[in-house]
């Protein structure tokens, strides 16, 4: 009996140390998950920071992109002004050559005219002068005889 008290409190003895050593063991992960759970709770907190950030970087970035597609519709609207500016001074200067043509094509025919004017008036001079010669003695502007001396 002394015997079986013996085993039985060796193997109480070797169950309580197995018991002890597990307790370590799990208080050993205890500590360890507690670390893990500290450092997840950290990594919790840096990602709310950092989804923060990244939510006010956002809203940046589209309140830049919406003013850059109102900035481009500005030069979408100048863009097609110009266009049409453009088209008008087109028809402007097209306008202005045929002007320039029909005003080359009046002073050409001007010119010809006036061309044709001054011989017709030297002609005229020549011719008057050749009568006055045959004629002798002529008469002025205020009709007073005037004599040619030979």
């Given at each position: 009996?002394?015997r ?56 940046d ?67 008057a ?22």
């Amino acid at each position: 009996r002394e015997r079986e008290l013996g085993n039985r409190s060796k193997a109480l003895l070797e169950q309580a140390e197995s018991k002890q050593r597990e307790s370590m063991r799990r208080e050993r992960e205890a500590e360890d998950n507690e670390k893990m759970a500290a450092d997840g709770e950290r990594n919790i907190h840096r990602l709310c920071d950092q989804l923060l950030v990244n939510g006010r970087q956002r809203g940046d970035v589209q309140r830049e992109k919406e003013r850059e597609e109102r900035r481009v519709a500005e030069i979408s609207q100048n863009l097609e002004r110009y266009k049409r500016e453009i088209g008008n001074c087109q028809t402007a200067s097209k306008e202005m050559r045929e002007e320039e043509a029909r005003l080359e094509g009046q002073h050409d025919k001007f010119m010809e005219e006036a061309e044709k004017a001054e011989t017709q008036a030297r002609l005229a001079e020549e011719e008057a002068a050749t009568l006055e010669r045959e004629a002798g003695p002529s008469f002025d502007a205020e009709g007073r005889a005037r004599f040619q001396f030979l």
